[in-house]
């Protein structure tokens, strides 16, 4: 037979029908029970807000006090300790820093001991939801560096239900929030834009109404 149909071709029409019918399916899921569904795409985009950083990681979240951070590095680094990518305390939270010329100042969260886990935002009152209620939404926006897989086989818990968890309570809050996902190999950073393209911190998600 002349008219037989090629591979290629066969291939296109199956991925095309299958296109489809997620197409459809989507359209469904939206409409189901002649509900609107509002979808939230998580797209980063500039705004005047200023970033207030968190680490989430092992169900345990810390709040990144900058102006601190960055004052214990500096006397690391007159006293040499800093010096050659070498890792040093930070007085922090059990944070190890590296000072890094294209990425400012690397986080190592290796003692999470002492974090606050993110079930306490269930509690009345804790300092984690202090901290977070402290947010003005107005004038800034939560960004979290976020350890999305347990590491060295430890049963805890990630770091990424924690920030789920945060994220949806400021939501309620009308917050904006953005995150990027770390781990010991590609940790968190800090430094300035104008330093690198590496230094570009916006949020993704909305708050909520």
């Not at 807000?49 to 345990?60: A, E, M, Q």
């Not at 060295?152 to 770091?159: A, E, K, R, T, V």
């Not at 330093?195 to 909520?208: D, K, M, R």
């Amino acid at each position: 037979m002349k008219n037989l149909i090629s591979l290629d071709s066969l291939t296109d029409i199956v991925s095309n029908s299958v296109g489809i019918l997620i197409i459809f399916a989507v359209i469904n899921l939206i409409h189901d029970n002649n509900k609107t569904f509002q979808l939230e795409i998580p797209i980063e985009h500039a705004t005047e807000l200023s970033p207030v950083f968190f680490i989430s990681k092992d169900d345990r979240i810390i709040k990144l006090d900058t102006e601190t951070i960055f004052s214990n590095a500096a006397l690391q680094a007159t006293s040499g300790t800093a010096r050659n990518k070498r890792l040093f305390p930070l007085n922090y939270a059990g944070l190890l820093g590296k000072i890094d010329k294209d990425k400012g100042i690397s986080f190592y969260a290796r003692d999470t001991s002492n974090w606050e886990p993110f079930q306490s935002l269930d509690k009345r009152s804790s300092t984690l939801k202090d901290e977070l209620s402290a947010l003005n939404p107005k004038k800034q926006y939560a960004y979290f560096f976020v350890y999305d897989n347990s590491e060295d086989g430890s049963n805890i818990g990630s770091g990424f239900e924690a920030f789920r968890k945060a994220r949806e309570y400021l939501k309620t809050r009308f917050v904006k929030t953005g995150w990027q996902p770390v781990n010991s190999d590609s940790p968190a950073h800090l430094c300035d834009r104008s330093f690198s393209q590496a230094c570009t911190y916006l949020p993704s998600y909305l708050g909520g109404k």
